[in-house]
């Protein structure tokens, strides 16, 4: 069963950056068989996708309220898929969940982990 740790999350400025982190477990395949992707949840709101990368790591996307602030890369040795997230604003403000699937691009129906909470202050 495949097992997500977030890190990273914390408080900060509006403007400031900030790096999210995911370990990745996925006993019996190798993570360069996933696809793998970040959601976030805010308070009172439904989760929403930010970013995904494909288990090559050359195809990427993102939502439109974080391209170009938003950087989502992986490293298969390390088993850790990255969010940088820079130019921060509050409504960045949520909870950040990593997720992984070997069917195609994460989906909200992808394996998730536990979450990182991320406060941006204005």
């Known amino acids: 069963q495949v097992s997500l740790v977030e890190s990273g999350g914390g408080l900060v400025q509006a403007g400031d950056s900030l790096r999210l982190s995911c370990a990745v477990t996925?006993?019996?395949?190798?993570?360069?068989?996933?696809?793998l992707g970040w959601f976030r949840q805010a308070s009172g709101k439904e989760r929403e996708f930010v970013a995904g990368?494909?288990?090559?790591?050359?195809?990427?996307n993102y939502a439109d309220s974080v391209k170009g602030r938003f950087v989502i890369t992986r490293d298969n040795a390390k088993r850790t898929v990255y969010l940088q997230m820079n130019s921060l604003k509050s409504e960045d403000t949520a909870v950040y969940y990593c997720a992984a699937d070997i069917r195609g691009m994460v989906s909200n129906q992808s394996p998730r982990g536990q979450g990182t909470q991320v406060t941006v202050s204005s």
């Open positions: 990368i494909d288990y090559t790591g050359y195809r990427k």
């Open positions: 996925t006993p019996g395949r190798p993570l360069s068989s996933y696809s």
